[in-house]
DNA sequence: CCCCCTTCGTAAGCTTTACTAACAAACATG
DNA sequence: CATGTTTGTTAGTAAAGCTTACGAAGGGGG
């Protein structure tokens, strides 16, 4: 049974809701089903229990509409009747629907630790229902493709109720494709990922970014508008962009590979790619806690502390400035260590931002950190799927 | 008939090729019919003459629904047929079709000159038919509106063919609702101008920024691709970006406007906003060409020129460099005067966006002077109605 | 020269989809 | 208790694109 409703859902084309299939393609009466649909799990699963009325009023759509979808997605168990509204009200009482969250699970993984692969199965709530981390210890190339499949196997085994899919957060360059175009710490090239997660395990696989992935779940789970800048800050630094809802990717697939961008126009430390001055050199977590630990021998080492991380901070400012300002971002979020990102920092990068953009346009722009911790890559990989299965976000 | 042909076109739902209608919102079959419309008329437009057969090959619709969305088609008078096809080939011969290109008129009006409102006609195809221009000298706020209306109304009389619609490139931000929210060199505040132009001559009406006209002009004229940014050089510097496709248009409706962003780390000129170092004062128009003024004075004038231009160019690649990474874009398009923008200028721009980036990312930038001169805006004015009206861009 | 094959455009009928109209069920309220 | 309201469903309709089939119009081989 599960297994039918599972094969029954691949099989389905899931629009994605408020987003056309593709551009410059045709669009058939299905197609349109298929939006719909999606516009309806997606109504339901922002706002919570609602009856078919109230979805139909918040759509647009007629409520026999409505009934005739819903009675096709609980087919599909997504959808499950939790009983009458308690409130009093004149009519015939409302049958609430609700998204069962239970029906489906999700593996999601993140590879952007340099020290452990970090692995976790999820429900359609994004909560995480297990983890298993599996520590890597510089393991790369084929090796470390081997550790990433034992994992989900791992994985797999403790999955209970049907599997919607598998996403993966990868560190470096990944394509539409899901092939990892580069990621050097792992030591991968040109590797297709999806294609093979996908041939191996024989269900749905998607394959992003790590800090696209982040983004999403930030998206999805924070209270983030549709266009939002996620900085991550850990062994190197790196974003995802969301605007108007869309992940961006850029013309080589790098968009939000900041790292390597010169900030300022007074040199700086060198940095492994050649150049000096880049982002990376100013605030990647493993220097600045470098520094940090030289200040602690310092006369006043809280002052020197500060000291740093507000120059840190103020650098991060400096190169986001402009794109700020280019984008018109309304929410920039980071995330990473919060000793490191919390208090003086973030708080001097958001002086820097606002000193360095007008403030007319940029006044209002909200600066702060993620409230998912550690788990933001795995939460992202689970929206992923979500997304591409069932056109949810 | 003309008239009729033109009242008929504005009650069409003409639903964008590739994009989608609006966000979360539910599809119905004439959006998709719309939709499937637009990407016929989107065929014929960008790869010229074909028949009924061939835009069904290229599109994936059958035969029979391009013959039906044809017949529709050419009923609007926005088709023809062009006669059959001489080059020999097995099978009935076929009959070819093509956008009829002088069936409607466009006016399109920029008004970012500090000196001269421009207006002209246009044919679909873009193609410049009249010009008008008038001189405000400093005419601002209503007088300014009164100049617009008039220099509409002498545009208006000049028209050969049913009018398709007026589109304005407007400095300062402009709403999505294509209300002026600001333009302070016109001292308009929040100016319902789309609103007003539309009741005033009773036919459809597009308002934008004038930078994101021009890079929609740039990315159908020019042979820009999806992801484009379009820097725009005068009095300020302002850029239009389109992303996917799409236009930016950013939290505020102010995405674009990187004119008074802080660049370096080491002062600079007072700019009228009070802040140091906006990228305004390295490179708006009039600042320049103060300081090449100055320089005719030097024993070297062409080496101080060379040094100034060179100068501003960094300054530009310097701003521009977080942005190209952020957004991995892989084309940036100058517009602006060329004897300032070409030369050392845009040579030392994009040495310096090199040298701030990672070459395996951006070593492919394309970063060029705009083909399309002072029209830029005129004819992205046109697109922006041609493209609102007929799905095509 | 004739027949076969190919390609083009169109007709007829079918399937999918969401809509309108209408109705029974179930409850609150005067 | 009658009335009005809200919910969810049934029946029938309109729109859209699809498949199947066919006539028209030409090229090419025997």
Redesign the interface.
């Known amino acids: 049974m599960a297994r039918s409703r599972a094969s029954f859902l691949s099989q389905r084309i899931a629009g994605s ?4 299939l593709r ?7 299905e ?2 089903r298929g ?2 649909r999606a ?1 309806v799990l ?1 109504t339901l699963f922002t706002a919570g229990q609602q009856s078919r009325a109230d979805v139909a009023r918040s ?3 007629t409520r026999v509409t409505v009934s005739d979808l819903v009675t096709e997605l609980m087919a599909e168990a997504l959808l499950v009747e939790t009983g009458q509204r308690d409130v009093p009200r004149p009519g015939k009482p409302a049958i609430l629907l609700d998204i069962d969250r239970s029906a489906f699970q999700i593996v999601g993984i993140d590879l952007s630790d340099s020290e452990v692969f970090r692995g976790a199965v999820l429900d359609l709530g994004g909560t995480i229902l297990r983890r298993v981390e599996l520590a890597i210890a510089g393991t790369v190339g084929e090796a470390a493709l081997e550790q990433l499949f034992s994992l989900i196997e791992s994985l797999l085994a403790t999955v209970t109720a049907p599997l919607l899919g598998i996403g993966v957060g990868s560190p470096g ?1 990944v394509d539409l494709a899901g092939t990892v175009v ?1 990621a050097p710490n792992l030591h991968w090239t040109g590797l297709p990922l999806r294609a093979e997660l996908s041939e191996r395990f024989g269900v749905p696989v998607v394959v992003a970014n790590d800090a696209n992935a982040a983004v999403l779940a930030e998206h999805s789970y924070g209270d983030a ?1 549709g ?1 939002l ?1 996620l900085v991550r800050v850990g062994r190197g630094v790196g ?1 995802g ?1 969301l ?4 992940l ?11 790292g ?7 040199g700086g430390e060198l940095c492994s ?1 050649g ?1 000096h001055g880049c982002l990376e050199t100013w605030l990647a977590a493993p220097r600045l806690e470098a520094k940090l630990g030289e200040a602690k021998r310092d006369p006043d080492p809280a002052a020197s502390r500060t000291i740093i991380l507000r120059e840190a901070g103020t650098r991060l400012g ?6 700020v ?7 920039v979020v980071l995330s990473g260590p919060d000793s490191l990102l919390g208090g003086s920092f973030i708080a001097a990068a958001l002086e820097t931002i606002r ?4 403030d ?3 006044g ?1 722009l909200a600066l702060r950190l993620s409230t998912l911790g550690d788990d933001i890559v795995l939460r992202g990989a689970a929206v992923m799927v979500i997304s591409s299965r069932l056109g949810v976000s």
Chains 1, 2 share one sequence.
């Not at 400096?318 to 794109?323: G, K, Q, R, S, V």
């Not at 000193?355 to 007008?358: A, H, I, L, S, V």
């Open positions: 809701a408020g987003r056309p551009p410059n393609a045709k669009v058939l009466p197609h349109a939006h719909n516009l997606q759509t647009g759509l360059i580069s508008q266009d800048m974003a962009l605007l108007g809802g869309t961006l990717h850029g013309s080589r697939f790098a968009a939000g590979e900041i390597h961008v010169v900030v300022g126009t007074d790619c150049k400096i190169a986001l400035a402009p794109i300002g280019a984008l018109n971002l309304g929410e000193g360095r953009t007008m007319r346009f940029h209002g």
